[in-house]
């Protein structure tokens, strides 16, 4: 039964045209890079966007924490440049999951204001998780719980809609949370959320809980894949400073695949000198990219 099902598979329209129309299109996929402003070097926002622009990265990354008062500084420092804004961390206070309700007062009202600012900023989303191992009282993991979530989040997305972005949902690995650490969780949650405002991200450094960053960032596609975070991949630094172990190739063959068009984004630590190792990790993944 397995192989004749297999032959059936093979043999079918879907499966043909799926993989002749994604080795056609993956050449002419981009690698759009972005760094987030943390990681990025400068004593000043134009000093950080001089560095992306000197690197001929067109994606910048910054924390939700004060976005709304940043919009007029950020979009006046972007003009003229070939930079956008790409997904916003976080930054929002208290947690969706919350069962204290000031705590989820604190979420509901501090996460709209991020992303009222993130629709302006023309930013592809605002990246979120709905619970941290250490945030308590949490509600419990549960289906009840997850149907909570799908309706908190439902307003959330259409919300996020009406101001021209998205939310994002973040797989974390199971050290930091107890709730969703699989890209494909994060998308079935972004889909049972029932709102196209709502999508999810992969991160290569949380996706150690995965069995293959080719499945992680295909059982998402691109309907939900919204975002990706990159780091090295032993110590969570700059990309290419763990040596051999630092290969996203896998990973970049399904983005190019499903066509992927948003950002991969620098969310990093950095053992060396930050230009230096930027550099050369820039220099790293276009050359992966291309062997993708």
């Known amino acids: 039964m397995t192989g004749a099902a297999g032959l059936a598979l093979a043999s079918s329209p879907l499966a043909v045209g799926s993989c002749t129309s994604a080795a056609g299109k993956k050449a002419s996929v981009p690698l759009n890079l972005s760094f987030q402003e943390g ?9 950080k966007l ?7 990265v067109t994606g910048f990354e910054p924390g939700g924490g004060n976005l709304a008062a940043r919009v007029d500084e ?9 930079i956008k804004v790409s997904a916003i961390c976080a930054g929002f206070d208290g947690f969706i999951l919350s069962e204290d309700p000031a705590v989820k007062a604190a979420f509901d ?44 989040l439902h307003e959330l997305g259409e919300f996020a809609l009406s101001c ?20 494909a969780d994060a998308a079935a949650i972004a889909r049972d959320s029932s709102s196209k405002g709502v999508k ?9 809980e995965e069995t293959s960053d080719y499945g992680a960032f295909m059982s998402a596609g ?16 700059t990309p290419g400073e763990d040596g051999e172990v630092d290969n996203y190739v896998q990973g970049f063959r399904a983005l ?23 550099t050369a990790a820039v220099e790293l993944l276009r050359k992966q990219w291309e062997e993708a």
């Open 50 to 56: 001089d560095f992306i622009e000197s690197l001929g």
């Open 222 to 237: 691109k309907e939900y894949l919204q975002h990706v975070h990159i780091a090295s991949r032993a110590h969570r630094n």
């Open 200 to 208: 999810c991200m992969g991160d290569f450094w949380h996706m150690k």
């Open 109 to 152: 009202s501090s996460m709209r204001r991020i992303v009222e600012a993130a629709g302006k900023l023309g930013s592809t989303g605002v990246i979120m998780v709905p619970a941290f191992n250490w945030q308590t009282p949490c509600m419990p993991h549960t289906l009840q719980t997850r149907d909570y979530l799908c309706e908190q």
């Open 39 to 47: 990681v990025t070097p400068g004593e000043t926002l134009q000093e």
């Open 256 to 278: 190019k695949e499903m066509g992927y068009d948003k950002y991969v984004s620098f969310e990093c630590g950095c053992a060396g000198e930050r230009k230096t190792t930027l």
């Open 164 to 183: 021209g972005t998205t939310v994002i949902l973040e797989p974390l690995n199971r050290e930091e949370a107890f709730y969703m650490r699989l890209v």
């Open 74 to 82: 950020i979009s006046e420092a972007l003009k003229g440049r070939n």
